[in-house]
């Protein structure tokens, strides 16, 4: 297949795989190895940075490029932390023992059979999210046609999984006010029935509800459930007007 054909095919695959509820693993798997097809590279891998700012590996191509990922972060260490913590594109970097630069990764990555390695960063407007990493078995350099499919199919991930995290900020921000609002029925609807038992004023009942929660250090909506169901009598709720003056 043409180089066209394989970055056709490796774009389709990838908006294919851009469903519902993916796996961003499996979509990382795939941009990984179709990197490998369509570039000249013999391995690639990814990492992508946690929320608390720290690399951490997701998928490669094969179990070499397993192996020098992790080392990478166990070691702080390698093409893909320089270039995930500067912003800035790794190309054409030889491999050499001893590597003032990598003085541990570099003989390790000898070690597997690879002898150059270039990675870009995975970034959008000013944001970096993580970096994707290619091996080369002989120190030949990378063409910039294979550096521009690289950065378009990293660019094509970042956008993917950007946009994955934004809808699950939004999910769980729905799923927040969602829990929010049915907490404060069930609040309500206490409120009404400790105000309608005990002949107080709505605040009271409130007042009540809330004293009795943290009295026993237990939710308010927790009370407040218990009261709709009928679990605790409102006769035996705390009464903070009976307390100020006994």
Known sequence: ????????????????????????????????????????????????????????????SSDSMTVLELFQIQAKEGPCVDSFNSGMAIINHRLIDPDQRWP??????ISKGFH?????????????????????N??????????????????????AILQHRTTLNAQLLNEQLSSALNSRIVIEQAKGMISQATHCEMDVAFARLRDHARNRNLRLTEVAAKVV????DCEDLDDPTRQANP
């Not at 120190?139 to 499919?149: C, I, K, N, S, T």
């Open 1 to 60: 297949m043409t180089r066209e054909s394989l970055v056709v095919e490796a774009l389709v695959e990838l908006a294919d795989n851009l469903v519902d509820e993916y796996d961003v693993i499996d979509v990382l798997t795939v941009l990984s190895r179709r990197c490998v097809e369509a570039i000249d590279v013999d391995a690639a891998g990814v990492m992508l940075a946690i929320p608390g700012g720290e690399l951490q590996f997701i998928a490669s």
């Open 138 to 159: 002989s120190p030949g350099l990378l063409g910039d046609d294979d550096v521009v499919v690289a950065q378009g199919l990293a660019d094509i991930a970042t956008i």
């Open 104 to 109: 541990r990764f570099s003989p390790l990555a």
């Open 229 to 232: 169901a009928g679990e605790v």
């Open 116 to 136: 150059s390695v270039h990675c870009l960063p995975m970034r959008l407007r000013g944001r970096t999210i993580g970096a994707l990493n290619f091996f080369r």
